[in-house]
T-cell receptor
Framework: EPEVTQTPSHQVTQMGQEVILRCVPISNHLYFYWYRQILGQKVEFLVSFYNNEISEKSEIFDDQFSVERPDGSNFTLKIRSTKLEDSAMYFC??????????????FGPGTRLTVT | AQKITQTQPGMFVQEKEAVTLDCTYD???????LFWYKQPSSGEMIFLIY??????QNATEGRYSLNFQKARKSANLVISASQLGDSAMYFC??????????????FGKGTKLSVKP
């Protein structure tokens, strides 16, 4: 069964460093998303990506964040200068352009980012 | 603005019994979708069930069913015959109108379900 994959599973970085979180969405999916979940809190939407551009972003997704689909398979989230409050689980998700029965988003296993 | 409310931070249920996890939502969009996801302690998000706002019947997927009451804006998850493996966090989520957003999900705060043997 196809699945969304994410690497690394855990990333530890120092405050102020740049990190890149990587995702490989399901191959025939066309919508891609990043969400984050601070420990013990709810999942929050960051950004959606379609047709090689950002289609929607939340207020969390400020200038420190960027997304890219560099090669047609990978989907990356970059945080330019990490802050302590960026520590969270980051989930990538993807979905079909038009699901007949639902708009189910398939989530990856997540990357736990720890900023020290 | 869209909002999902889960008022039960934690629930206990005896193995083999049924349990209902509450979810209410708020939206002004005429077209929306409601989801339930399960998050075990390992952290992944597992899709359980989906209900579209125009669906006439309540959604069911195996032991999971969604009690959709549109007028009350509630979308409760019912798990029948609970198993120890059902112990997890459960999140209710809403998808916005297709035309107004690219389908990003808005999540509630979750309910932690513990199944007792």
């Amino acid at each position: 069964e196809p699945e969304v994959t994410q690497t690394p599973s855990h990333q530890v970085t120092q405050m102020g460093q740049e990190v890149i979180l990587r995702c490989v969405p399901i191959s025939n999916h066309l919508y891609f998303y990043w969400y984050r979940q601070i420990l013990g809190q709810k999942v929050e939407f960051l950004v959606s990506f379609y047709n090689n551009e950002i289609s929607e972003k939340s207020e969390i997704f400020d200038d420190q964040f960027s997304v890219e689909r560099p090669d047609g398979s990978n989907f990356t989230l970059k945080i330019r200068s990490t802050k302590l409050e960026d520590s969270a689980m980051y989930f990538c998700a993807s979905r079909l352009e038009s699901a007949a029965t639902s708009y189910e988003q398939y989530f990856g296993p997540g990357t736990r980012l720890t900023v020290t | 603005a869209q909002k999902i409310t889960q008022t039960q931070p934690g629930m206990f249920v005896q193995e083999k019994e049924a349990v209902t996890l509450d979810c209410t939502y708020d939206t002004s969009d005429p077209s929306y979708g409601l989801f339930w996801y399960k998050q075990p302690s390992s952290g992944e998000m597992i899709f359980l069930i989906y209900q579209g706002s125009y669906d006439q019947q309540n959604a069911t997927e195996g032991r999971y069913s969604l009690n959709f009451q549109k007028a009350r804006k509630s979308a409760n998850l019912v798990i029948s015959a609970s198993q120890l493996g059902d112990s997890a966090m459960y999140f209710c989520a809403m998808r916005g109108a297709y035309g107004g957003s690219q389908g990003n999900l808005i999540f509630g705060k979750g309910t932690k379900l513990s199944v007792k043997p």
